[in-house]
């Protein structure tokens, strides 16, 4: 075997770091170097996850806000029974069923009276939204090719159209159609927002700690589909109701993810 000494190790032990930090500054040295591009400004230039922000640190920053958005909205997709037992209350399709059978929202406070073709009609709205996976290899490609920032944007378009659709349906049942777009929308944005767990681990340069963002983030996409439950309970003891809350889900989420995008 070969024999080191241990003031020798201790040598090396000590250096290692330090060369570790030589090798990032003049990384940034580099980087700060780099001419611009034409039509391209400063603050363009210096990567997202650098720029500064309110909390003078990007990536903690960046990183809270996508964990608020992968949990509260994308992976409140996951578990839509809740919701399911809400759009009953609401009266949503009840139009399919008997005068007999229609939901008596006023006379119940958690429970209401459906038909068969009423709770068909309310799974058929979960299922066209799961077919939204199929779309998961094309969304993969579309991040490849054009980088995370723009599948970003298109996260933010269809989660806020979703909601808005559902706020819009929930408030006017004789347009509850709208429902199926609206989860259609809602799964797209799951969709991306399960890539966006892996693109905003990337931001961390320590392996150590990028592995442990994207662990988290992925377990807190699985966490949030007991989001519609929370909902559920708001709506069944309190006097906000699916539409109100639906309105205050949008105006959190446009600042939520139009923040993540703009750090």
Known sequence: GVYV????????????????????????????????????????????CQRLNPFGRPRTYLFVLTCVYV?????????YGPMQLMLE????????????DLPDVEATDTTTTTCPEQNAMLLNVQFVAQLTM????????????????????????????????LAIATSNLSIDWLLFPSFLCSGLMAQIAGLMTVQTGLIFEEPRTRNRAISALNALYDAGAITYLIL?????HTVLTLPTMSAI???????????????
Request: aromatic share 12%.
């Open 5 to 48: 000494s241990p003031s020798l190790a201790g040598v090396a032990g000590d250096a290692l770091p330090a060369l570790v930090r030589a090798i990032k500054q003049d990384e940034r040295r580099k980087r700060a170097e780099r001419p611009l591009a034409p039509g391209e400004d400063d603050d363009e230039a210096t990567p997202c």
């Open 71 to 79: 949990f509260w909205y994308a992976g409140a997709f996951f578990g």
């Open 89 to 100: 209350r609401r009266g949503a399709f009840s139009y399919l069923c008997d005068d007999a």
């Open 134 to 165: 199929i779309a998961s290899p094309l969304l993969g490609a579309w991040c490849d090719k054009n980088g995370p920032a723009e599948v970003a944007g298109g996260l933010f378009v269809s989660g806020a159209l979703g909601i808005l659709l």
């Open 232 to 236: 559920w309970y708001i709506d069944t």
């Open 249 to 263: 889900n949008l105006a959190l989420f446009v600042f939520v993810v139009g923040s993540a995008i703009k750090c």
